[in-house]
């Protein structure tokens, strides 16, 4: 950190030593509105932070963070649903823990994922079967430049794979306040992930579920709180069928998925394939369980961790003629940055 105020080593999971002008942790959805209606959004970057689990901090920030805090679960119910306005800064994971514990389901596929409640609309977060989108009957927002309170329907927030409204057409513009969900009281569980496919349909409960998630990241996704990281750090590509099919002929056991839009690769397989997996690279790495993940093995700076994912990309690329695109957000001196491998 250079010449800034305020660390935010310990705020973002990756442990980027880099840091910040002025940094205002705030506690109650009050508070955030408070500050978004006085604040000049012209004036100086913006960084809205929630549980920092999606950053990439590339250099020190000339701007102010705003550490979302607010607190607080209103469950309300009909014959058919369980209702949940949950507050931006609720961490996710405990708020995951809390319901399927008061038996409340549907959350359970999305267990032990780092960040907050208000971050999960952003990137529609999704693991084992289930995707945000899938649960979320609203989203609430401050629009920066509009002064407003807005609320989406999950219609409206536009969600795709790791994508939503809130990285396109609202990108930068707003400060998630809440977000609402709708449980269906008649649960099905989501068990067509691999390693969840043998459970058997009509004894299986939601808290079994929750169990095996949380085993299965424990076993291959290293804890932030332990070793630096941001969990997946490249999006799965989807390439055309005719290049599945070529890249086929040459590795017949690829791992691919049929999607909408063509055929998804695992990048995972892919960069352990190109022989990265538990690569390393000055204070980085890939991880050596799960090369999707990359690492900071302690004292990592924005600039190895950029230079580590530019490599990973270019042999990826280089081996099979597949572009990786990256998943979390890079945040540079101004404020948020595309990356370029
Ligand atoms: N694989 C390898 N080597 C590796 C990693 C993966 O060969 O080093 C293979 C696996 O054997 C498997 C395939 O690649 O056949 C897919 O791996 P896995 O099931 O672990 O899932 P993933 O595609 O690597 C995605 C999400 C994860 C999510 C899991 C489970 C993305 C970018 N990642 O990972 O999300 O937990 O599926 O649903 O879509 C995250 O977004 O941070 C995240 C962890």
Redesign the pocket.
Known sequence: MSGTAHSLTEFNTLGLMQGCQQLQRLNSTESIIEFCRVYDSQSQPLLVLGGGSNLVLTDDLEGTVIKIESKGICLSEDNEYHYLSVAAGEDWSRFVASMVNQGINGLENLALIPGTVGAAPIQNI???GVEFEKVCDWVEFYHLQHKTVTRLTAAECQFGY?DSIFKNALKNQTVILRVGFKLTKHWQPVVN?GPLSDFNVKTITANDIFKRVCEIRQS??PDPKVIGNV??F???PVVSTECHQNLLKRYPDM?AYLVDNGVKL????L??QAGL?GYKQGNVGVHDK???VLVNHGGATGTEIVNLASYVTATVLDKFGVELEV?PRFIGKHGEIEFHG
């Open positions: 999704g693991a084992y790791r992930y291959k996704l969990g997946s490249f999006k799965n791992v695992a990048a995972g397989w960069i352990d997996k799960q090369a999707l998943e």
